[in-house]
């Protein structure tokens, strides 16, 4: 059974900046492709951000050129950095298996990292 443990969030003014982290364990990490994805109240949770196996990275455009994603796989850990934030960027986040790159996200979910952006 995958387990995903996201942590680092907070809150933060406009403008500023956070790093959360997802330590995954259950599964070889390095064989898959990751995602960081959000939902916001209301909302459909959405993927942001894309790492593959070998390092190719994409991006949301709503985030492209202020959130960097990488992965560090001797820890089974990835990571988003998130500069330059908005109060649009509030909301939950989540790693999870990139649904794009494998068909579909692991069933199971963390809990979650909350970010709050205040303007």
């Known amino acids: 059974q995958v387990q995903l443990v996201e942590s680092g969030g907070g809150l933060v003014q406009a403008g500023g900046s956070l790093r959360v982290s997802c330590v995954v364990t259950?599964?070889?990490?390095?064989?898959?492709?990751m995602g960081w994805y959000r939902q916001a109240p209301g909302k459909q949770r959405e993927l942001v951000a894309r790492?593959?196996?070998?390092?190719?990275?994409n991006y949301a455009d709503s985030v492209k050129g202020r959130f960097t994603i990488s992965r560090d796989n001797a820890k089974n850990t990835v990571f988003l950095q998130m500069n330059s934030l908005k109060p649009e960027d509030t909301a939950v986040y989540y790693c999870?298996?990139?649904?794009?790159?494998?068909?579909?996200?692991?069933?199971?979910w963390g809990q979650g990292t909350q970010v709050t952006v205040s303007s």
């Open positions: 790492i593959s196996s070998g390092g190719r990275i």
């Open positions: 999870n298996r990139d649904r794009l790159a494998h068909g579909s996200s692991w069933n199971s």
């Open positions: 259950g599964r070889l990490f390095s064989i898959y492709a």
